[in-house]
């Protein structure tokens, strides 16, 4: 006999014990208990969420002999019966493949006759499936059904259902499930299943789950029956690395690699879009990423140091070919020109492209002028057994000291003396530092800029505070606190939440307790280093004495006669209308009727 499926065995048999949908099992079960059980509901969302299941139990309670605060109690015959698919007060009907006006009306036939039960209930699954003769059919009946009955339809895309039939119903959505609490529930499975899972193995069986509870432990149920070792799988940060370096060599290796592997180029495609998506969610909004806290890190990593700018601009590469590899005789070819093109910054000829290179030789220009060297990318590590660069290895952090070397190399610098090109800091708005504050001796805003990225952000052990401060960058000190910049007003509201643990974190790290000032600042964060260093003082910047005083040949204001002032000529002066017909040539001024 064959092994009954891990989402079989343990799909969940009352609403207590269903994940993640505690808005759906809280309307039901108050529903039940009230006694007010809609005639129809309509559930609606992802694959694998629940739905079906949901509906089971709703059908369970509903004819239970002796039902508890709304719970079936499993126990019953008319519970087993359902259970067991042998009731006569329960039927299932795959809208899919039962779509016709034929099926509607045999269905229709039938609500009509009685039940042993309380109830009769009907699950319509893929609802969205049906013709449109078979919604007409079935609206009728939807609209004005036997007290006894009770309708349940069931989709994946809510939207290609009939408006009339979704004015009909009560719409519950089903979610995807976090990445923690599906974590924690795969875990337990395979405990209680006596499975033997390595932990990388339980990194790539989330990751293509991809939030579904079904698609979850069915990737567990492989990963188990293959040994407990994580598949082989895709290396998609190796393609943001590749972003990142401008290495097109590396991409078309990751490509070449991933179709060896049997992958398609359009859902290779596809996939990188999605993991796109992640890294930009990073950026925008960390709560939105649907990824477990490791990978949600290294993601956010990734993110930090390839940009908003040019994550978007990929993204809207990979959707363009996306569509042109439908008709396309050969799909990896575009594939290998998009990447080549992300990579390889002379390759592209859109505006895009040409921001990118002009922002890159502005940031080498300023590199220079600051006096520091552009650190060389890492080396990809390699693999021993093989004798070549392992895809995916230099994505990897490196957190040994000798990475901070080069950040440590001027230790006498100091946050009171920039550079002679600062880079001026926005200081409004901005919390003010807390009351007593007081600056620790030693612990200056660059030597925690100096290990921020590589030793004090790791060691957050929230997520969601790793994602939010990644974002920011140390501007200097101000009123005995270290100022930090953050992008806009709303991303240091959300850090301001998780200030007291990143203190916390700095004061492990230099051994004396710090004190943060958030401020909204405009400049782009710094891996390792604080260049330049702004010293505030009293909420303002003073940069450098050459950006904020006048110079030497600046002259002081003279005493002006007002005598000796005498009009331009009329010709010099422009007037609203002759600067707007400079602007634009050729343009007719119509004076509106009054």
């Known amino acids: 006999m064959a092994t009954q499926s891990l989402y079989r065995r343990y799909r969940p048999r009352r609403f207590s014990e269903v994940r993640g949908q505690e808005h759906v099992v809280r309307a039901l079960r108050n ?33 239970c002999e002796r039902p508890v605060d709304g719970e079936p109690c499993c126990e019953c015959e008319s519970c087993l019966a359902v259970e067991a698919g042998t009731s006569y007060d329960v039927h299932e009907l795959d809208a899919a493949s039962n779509n016709g006006v034929e099926a509607m009306r045999d269905l229709i036939e039938k609500a009509s006759l009685g039940t042993p039960g309380r109830h009769k209930v009907y699950i319509l699954d893929e609802v969205h499936m049906l013709s449109k003769g078979a919604e007409a059919a079935l609206l009728k009946t939807l609209e004005e059904p036997p007290p006894h009955v009770v309708f349940v ?111 398609d180029p359009r859902t290779l495609a596809g996939d990188i879009v999605r993991y796109l998506r992640d890294c930009f969610l990073s950026i925008m909004a960390p709560e939105l990423v649907q990824l477990s806290d490791a990978q949600a890190g290294h993601v956010a990593d990734q993110a930090q140091r390839l940009g908003a700018a040019a994550i978007v601009r990929a993204m809207e590469r990979f959707g363009e070919i996306l569509v042109e590899m439908r008709h396309a005789p050969d799909p990896r070819l575009l594939l290998d020109v998009a990447l080549v093109q992300l990579t390889h910054e002379a390759s592209g000829s859109d505006v895009n492209a040409l921001l990118a290179r002009l922002e890159r030789l502005e940031n080498s220009v300023a590199a220079l002028s600051s006096g520091e060297a552009a650190a060389p990318p890492r080396p990809a590590p390699v693999d021993p057994s093989t004798g070549r660069a392992a895809l995916g290895g230099r994505a990897q952090r490196d957190s040994s000291p000798s990475a901070n070397a080069s950040v440590q190399a001027h230790p006498s610098a100091s946050p009171a003396q920039p550079s002679a090109a600062p880079r001026p800091a926005s200081v409004a708005p901005s919390a003010p530092p807390s009351e007593g504050a007081t600056a ?155």
Request: hydrophobic share 40%; aromatic share 6%; with cysteine.
């Open 31 to 63: 529903a039940v208990i009230n006694q007010r059980e809609g005639q129809a509901y309509l559930f609606s969302g992802p694959r694998g969420t629940g739905k079906t299941t949901s509906a089971r139990i709703l059908a369970k309670v509903l004819n």
């Open 153 to 263: 339809l069931a989709t994946t895309d809510p939207q290609k259902v009939s408006p009339t039939i979704r004015s009909r119903v009560q719409h519950l959505e089903f979610h995807l499930l976090p990445m923690d609490e599906l974590e924690q529930h795969i875990r337990w499975v395979a405990g209680d299943a006596g499975l033997t899972v390595s932990e990388a193995a339980f990194e790539a069986i989330l990751a293509q789950g991809g939030g579904s509870a079904r698609d979850t432990l069915s990737a567990l149920e492989l990963v188990a029956a293959s040994g407990g070792e994580a598949p082989s799988t895709v290396a998609y940060d190796e393609f943001v690395e590749s972003f990142i370096a401008h290495d097109p060599g590396r991409a078309l290796a990751a490509l070449a690699h991933a179709v060896q592997q049997g992958r």
């Open 440 to 594: 620790v001796p030693g612990a200056t805003a660059r030597q925690v800029a100096a290990s921020w990225q590589s030793g004090i952000l790791p060691s957050l052990k929230k997520p969601m505070a790793r994602a939010l401060y990644s974002a920011g960058h140390f501007v200097g000190e101000r009123d005995g606190a270290l100022v930090f910049g953050l992008p806009n007003d709303k991303h240091r509201q959300r850090c301001e939440e998780f200030r007291a643990d990143v203190e916390a974190a700095i004061a492990e790290h230099v051994g004396t307790p710090v004190k943060l000032s958030l401020i909204v600042d405009a400049g782009s964060p710094h891996d390792d280093t604080l260049a330049p260093v702004v010293q505030l003082r009293g909420g303002a910047a003073s940069a450098s004495a050459s950006a904020v005083a006048p110079t030497a040949t600046t002259a002081a204001d003279d005493d002006i006669d007002i005598d000796d002032l005498v009009d331009a000529p009329p010709g010099t002066v422009k007037t609203a209308e002759d600067r707007l017909a400079d602007a634009f040539p050729g343009s007719v001024f119509v004076e509106e009727p009054r």
